[in-house]
């Protein structure tokens, strides 16, 4: 796969939508993830400098450069999780009498792992931004938060269904629910705050209640 940063939009689509394995599902909730991340950039590079949020400007200040460093994190996953899928696609094709295959294909699974949970993780971590923007940021963009809030809770959902895919298949059972535990409990209470941010914001917006 190109390096993320010379991979023009419409040709990761282009690629995503082949036969070819990678990018895959993994590239792309990191690429919605990215763009929830962008929209949080967005409306707080929007609200920065405005009087009539002035009392935000200490908190929009640390907001801007988190959510350009997490946009900037999940962009480099994309290519992170095409190299990682490269040694399991290769186990894979190792015998199955060979009597290494299993012990090389379970490291292969573990480190496949590693990406959506890194993702994750990225995604879980500026939650708390989506949060913040939902009350702080400009009314006129409130409606990006909610497609922000919208597009993390689907980029973790796509995430941890990349660490189930591998989980799945260890044979370490014990290390699998480890993995599915750690995930589960990131993705559970990330849904649960994207949700009520995105409510919150439809539920005002239905209303007809901008603030503007």
Avoid: H, W
């Avoid at 689509?13 to 990215?34: H, M, R, Y």
């Avoid at 409306?43 to 949020?53: D, E, M, Q």
């Avoid at 559970?188 to 503007?212: F, H, M, P, W």
Wanted: aromatic share 4%; hydrophobic share 40%.
């Amino acid at each position: 796969m190109k390096a993320i940063n010379e991979y023009p939009l419409f040709g990761f689509i282009t690629d995503l939508s082949s036969k070819e394995p990678v990018p895959g599902g993994g590239g792309a909730s990191a690429l919605v993830g990215a763009v929830g991340a962008a929209l949080c950039s967005m409306v707080a590079n929007l609200t920065s400098g405005k009087k009539k949020y002035a009392e935000y400007q200490p908190d929009i200040d640390v907001i801007i450069p988190r959510a350009q460093k997490t946009t900037a994190a999940l962009l480099r996953l994309i290519e992170k999780d095409a190299e990682v899928f490269e040694p399991l696609s290769a186990a894979y094709g190792i015998p199955k009498d060979d009597p290494g295959r299993e012990k090389i294909l379970e490291e292969a699974l573990v480190t496949a792992c590693s990406v959506p949970m890194e993702i994750l993780k990225e995604i879980a971590g500026i939650i708390d931004i989506v949060e913040q923007l939902a009350q702080k940021g400009s009314k006129l963009a409130v409606s990006d938060v909610g497609v922000a809030a919208s597009v993390c809770r689907s980029a973790a959902e796509s995430a941890v269904m990349n660490v189930y895919i591998n989980t799945k298949l260890m044979k370490n059972r014990s290390c699998a629910a480890q993995l599915n535990k750690e995930a589960d409990d990131i993705f559970i209470d990330t849904v649960k705050r994207c949700d009520v941010i995105y409510k919150q914001i439809s539920d005002e917006l239905r209303g007809g209640n901008t603030n503007a």
